[in-house]
């Protein structure tokens, strides 16, 4: 069936193979008489719960599975050699249709019994008059459930391998994150599926480039898409001893770089002015801005504080970053503690004037995750009234460059802005003291006398 899940006039936007009970969506959908021989179990449909409320996720979930299930039934027809999920789901149900479990075949050994039924069914599958069952002739979900009973570790779908990932190098990376390298899953399925992970190959990530490509996004937007799922790859090989190359590693994204546009830093005139209108408007916004400016922080560092991660009473008043469940950190580095001064000493202090406990900027929090494009959005829009063709991140760009005419170490420019620094040595004690950072932050500060704050 369809639900519509638009309607405009004379337009209808339907999605189908869905339905609505008792508040969550469902998928049905008609099996084929001609491949139904291969659902075991099952009459005539496959029903199964969705588990979202959201018709929109319905739709993307139902549609994925149809295109699984089209696939799988082709394949079944011209006599292909493809595991989708379908295969494994199908060849579980025919384990469960004659009463035994994947990896029993142990058990049925120490009793010195066979499956009899089961093993009767294979041969018959495989056209084995001689008594025998020959493997390479099973249907692929026979062949499945032959090797699953037979102990056979099932490779993991990609699916999976991003599950297993994430509970093991990523257990509390940023609801950003989670979206974004789902996004990038969802974009490697429409052109390969989801397959078991040794059966990627390179055409099936040349495909995933192509597309993205073809999406409009820059080169480098294409890579940083990438670098969400080669990992997860490299991981799943890893953890299941798969002896296969990673074919998502070293990819050729043909003139990466050459479309980036260079972010320009501000000038000392242009932060000046910025001051001075945040001053004038003197909101939550501009107090975000205003710390952006003087402390270098990135934008995500800055909205996800708590109030108790800014220290204005400090003998040299600072703020801490540090990783939280809102939003984690971008590496090891970026945990620090930065100075406040000038503009940003400002904020802070007109921050805590009105915010009392919790989050910094709780406008820009919502269901357990920062806002952080829309912030963006509208940051950057208030700062085009001032200053066009310039954003948040030219604050970064602006602050390396502001420490580096001061003549500021590196190895302090980078410890103040989260920066990795290159070699051992930058491991080993615990760093520039307060102190020391505050006195190469005045340096730079942003100076009320050259603003208009009167």
């Given at each position: 069936m369809?639900?519509s ?10 999605a189908?193979?869905?339905e609505?009970r008792r ?5 049905r ?9 291969h659902?075991p179990g099952k009459?005539?449909?496959e ?17 994925q599975?149809?295109?699984?299930q ?15 999920k379908?295969v494994r789901?199908?060849?579980l149900?025919?384990l469960?249709?004659?009463?035994i479990?994947?990896n029993?075949?142990?058990d049925f050994q ?5 499956p009899?039924r ?14 025998q069952?020959h ?6 979900e ?10 056979k570790?099932p490779?993991p779908?990609f699916?999976e391998?991003?599950?297993?990932y994430?509970?093991m190098?990523?257990p509390?990376?940023s609801p950003?994150?989670?979206k974004?390298?789902?996004?990038v899953v ?5 052109v390969?599926?989801?397959l078991?992970v040794?059966?990627y190959?390179r055409?099936h990530a040349?495909?995933?480039?192509a597309r ?7 080169t480098?937007s294409?890579?940083r898409?990438?670098n969400?799922?080669a990992?997860v790859?490299s991981?799943?090989?890893r953890?299941?001893e ?5 074919v998502?590693?070293g990819?050729?994204i043909?003139?990466?770089?050459e479309?980036?546009q260079?972010?320009?830093p501000?000038?000392t005139?242009?932060?000046d002015?910025?001051a001075?209108f ?17 402390t270098?922080?990135?934008?995500s560092?800055i909205?996800g ?10 003998d040299i008043p600072?703020i801490?970053?540090?990783?939280n469940?809102?939003?984690p950190l971008k590496?090891k580095?970026s945990?620090?503690?930065v ?15 009105t915010?009392?406990v919790?989050?910094a900027f709780?406008?820009y929090?919502?269901?357990d995750a920062l806002?952080?494009?829309?912030a ?8 085009r009234?001032e200053?066009?063709?310039?954003s ?13 005419n ?10 103040l802005?989260g920066w ?6 930058s491991t080993?004690?615990e760093?520039?003291?307060?102190k020391?950072?505050a ?16």
């Amino acid at each position: 069936m369809a639900i519509s899940l638009l309607d405009h006039g004379a337009f209808v936007l339907e999605a189908k193979y869905i339905e609505l009970r008792r508040g969550t969506y469902y998928f049905r959908r008609r099996i084929p008489l001609d491949v139904r021989r291969h659902y075991p179990g099952k009459k005539d449909v496959e029903f199964f719960s969705l588990k979202t409320k959201d018709p929109q996720i319905a739709a993307k979930k139902a549609h994925q599975k149809a295109l699984e299930q089209d696939a799988l039934w082709e394949a079944w027809r011209t006599g292909q050699d493809v595991q989708p999920k379908d295969v494994r789901r199908a060849a579980l149900a025919i384990l469960d249709a004659f009463e035994i479990r994947p990896n029993q075949y142990k058990d049925f050994q120490a009793e010195d019994i066979e499956p009899d039924r089961f093993l009767d069914e294979l041969r018959h599958q495989s056209g084995g008059v001689d008594g025998q069952i020959h493997k390479d002739q099973l249907p692929p979900e026979y062949r499945e459930a032959a090797e699953l009973f037979y102990g056979k570790a099932p490779v993991p779908y990609f699916s999976e391998a991003v599950d297993l990932y994430v509970k093991m190098k990523a257990p509390n990376e940023s609801p950003k994150n989670k979206k974004d390298r789902q996004r990038v899953v969802d974009e490697l399925f429409s052109v390969a599926g989801d397959l078991p992970v040794d059966q990627y190959s390179r055409k099936h990530a040349n495909d995933l480039v192509a597309r993205l490509m073809a999406s409009g996004i820059k080169t480098t937007s294409v890579k940083r898409k990438i670098n969400f799922i080669a990992p997860v790859m490299s991981n799943a090989l890893r953890e299941h001893e798969i002896n296969k190359v990673n074919v998502f590693s070293g990819l050729n994204i043909t003139g990466l770089g050459e479309d980036k546009q260079e972010r320009k830093p501000f000038t000392t005139r242009e932060l000046d002015r910025l001051a001075t209108f945040y001053h004038r408007k003197d909101d939550d916004l501009r107090w975000c801005i205003a710390m952006l400016q003087d402390t270098g922080a990135r934008l995500s560092e800055i909205l996800g504080l708590q109030v108790n991660d800014i220290c204005i009473l400090a003998d040299i008043p600072h703020i801490n970053i540090q990783p939280n469940e809102l939003r984690p950190l971008k590496n090891k580095q970026s945990q620090r503690t930065v100075p406040l001064v000038g503009v940003a000493l400002w904020g802070a202090q007109r921050l805590i004037d009105t915010t009392k406990v919790g989050w910094a900027f709780p406008r820009y929090v919502a269901n357990d995750a920062l806002k952080s494009t829309h912030a963006s959005n509208t940051i950057n829009k208030s700062i085009r009234t001032e200053v066009p063709d310039k954003s948040a991140h030219s604050f970064r760009h602006a602050f390396r460059d502001r420490l580096r005419n001061a003549e500021c170490p590196k190895d302090l420019t980078d410890a103040l802005g989260g920066w990795s620094s290159p070699g051992v040595g930058s491991t080993y004690g615990e760093g520039y003291s307060l102190k020391v950072k505050a006195k190469w932050m005045n340096r730079i500060a942003t100076s009320p006398e050259n603003c208009d704050f009167n």
